[in-house]
């Protein structure tokens, strides 16, 4: 029987994942701790982009502005995670960012945004989501002005889908 959880079903056909998470769970880490090994093991084993700056553009990949934000790194991914799904512990929250940037599955800035403003229509024509924090510390909080923002890791210009 498959199961409904995307992870496990990651985890079970993953003999390396499956592996390393038993042998982090065997570190007796912090949730925090854990959560951080998985981040940097999964990302470097898989050649993942952990940062913003990890992920290797193209000239001429986007189609358009709104293809722009896309979130392609585990960075970002767990920012918009944490955003959307607080009630996760941080572990799960990193396991599912690291997921859907192996599979190319992007959660967008819009998702997250549609919470924060409270429903899709409240999200500016344009905004700014400002990520903080080093790595599973990260933070996305919204903004109407970038400049409001200078000690954020990335602001990124964002366009609400039409």
């Known amino acids: 029987m ?4 995307p992870i496990i079903e990651w985890y079970s056909k993953d003999k390396w994942l499956c592996d390393l998470l038993v042998s982090i769970d065997k570190m007796n880490l912090s949730d925090e701790d854990a ?20 992920v290797f553009i193209e000239e001429g990949i986007f189609n358009s502005e709104i293809e722009k934000q896309r ?22 929250s990193v396991l599912l960012a690291l997921l859907y940037v192996y599979k190319k599955f992007f959660s967008t ?39 409001s923002n200078h000690q954020a890791r990335l602001v990124q210009k964002c366009y609400r889908e039409q």
Do not use: W
Request: include cysteine; glycine fraction near 4%.
């Open 2 to 5: 498959e199961s409904s959880n």
């Open 35 to 54: 959560a951080r090994e998985a981040f940097y093991r999964v990302s470097d084993h898989y050649n993942l982009p952990k940062f913003p700056e990890d």
């Open 71 to 92: 979130n392609k790194s585990v960075f970002e991914q767990l920012g918009i995670i944490k955003r959307m799904h607080s009630e996760n512990t941080l572990k799960a």
């Open 109 to 147: 800035i819009d998702e997250a945004a549609s919470e924060y403003y409270g429903d899709y229509d409240g999200i500016p024509e344009v905004y700014y989501a400002c990520f903080f924090g080093k790595d599973v510390d990260v933070k996305l909080r919204f903004s109407s002005n970038e400049k």
